[in-house]
């Protein structure tokens, strides 16, 4: 008698076990993360800010490869849990939710999925830094004051504020100057779009930076001792169902995610 499936077996956490049994070398991963640390940790603790096209340098990107099936999707999960697990508490690490380049609406640019992904993020630092810093001592509320990011005019910018800037810069990226029925009005403002999206570009660099600093800060809120640098995961899973998105992602991964602590 042919016995039926009744449910499809779906994504799951695997034990350390299973784990090993589908990816071998799972521990290499942990090895690499801690050797990218050791080196965002040496380039905070030098607190001079680099020129941001110092970040291309930073090639922190590894990948699962594996055929349809495998359980690369339980093992990128798996993975996630254990990464929150291993370094959330003893250096604040912050896991971004999958990137899933299938579900990203036509209409919706990779990186603007990720900005989004990132606002809801940064929001949830800035609940908990609010939170804590209603019962916080002077003493750090004075050490705060000086570790605060601030702008070339010496004025206090938070994360927030400062990725509203990056979204209208990067927004303004859909602007087609051939709906324009003026040819010197097109001409002016594609000038415009050219400075916007070199903006982007510093501007973004500079925001994982305050992102980092801000994570720091939280963590000496906390009461916790740093003993290494905060690191930020960005996890794309089933790229391959995605296969027009493919030359984006990697162009962004490349020019916008490319950075010590990424």
């Given amino acids: 008698m042919e016995r039926k499936i009744s449910h499809k077996v779906g994504v799951k956490l695997f034990s350390e076990a299973q784990l090993e049994n589908v990816l071998p070398t799972y521990q290499n991963l942990f090895h690499k993360i801690d050797t990218c640390r050791a080196v965002a940790q040496e380039e905070l603790s030098r607190g001079k800010k680099r020129h941001y096209q110092y970040n291309f340098m930073y090639d922190n990107v590894f990948s699962i490869m594996g055929k349809r099936g495998t359980g690369k999707t339980s093992v990128v999960f798996t993975l996630q849990n254990m990464i929150r697990e291993k370094y959330g508490k003893e250096y604040n690490d912050v896991v971004l939710p999958l990137i899933i380049p299938e579900v990203i609406p036509d209409n919706c640019t990779v990186l603007g999925w990720i900005l989004a992904i990132v606002k809801e993020e940064v929001k949830i630092l800035e609940n908990r830094v609010k939170k804590l810093e209603r019962n916080r001592e002077q003493e750090a509320y004075q050490e705060y004051e ?102 984006e992602i990697l162009s962004v991964i490349i020019k916008y995610l490319s950075h010590p602590n990424l």
């Fill in 146 to 247: 000086k570790c605060r990011y601030l702008d070339g005019r010496g004025n206090e910018e938070g994360l927030s504020s400062r990725l509203e800037v990056l979204s209208q810069l990067f927004y303004a990226g859909s602007y087609n100057p051939s709906n324009e029925i003026s040819y010197y009005r097109a001409a002016g403002n594609s000038a415009l779009q050219t400075v916007d999206y070199y903006r982007f570009a510093q501007e973004i660099a500079g925001f994982w930076d305050a992102w980092v600093q801000e994570i720091c800060y939280l963590h000496k809120l906390e009461g916790g001792e740093q003993k290494g640098c905060p690191l930020i995961y960005f996890i794309f899973d089933d790229v391959d169902l995605a296969p027009e998105k493919i030359d």
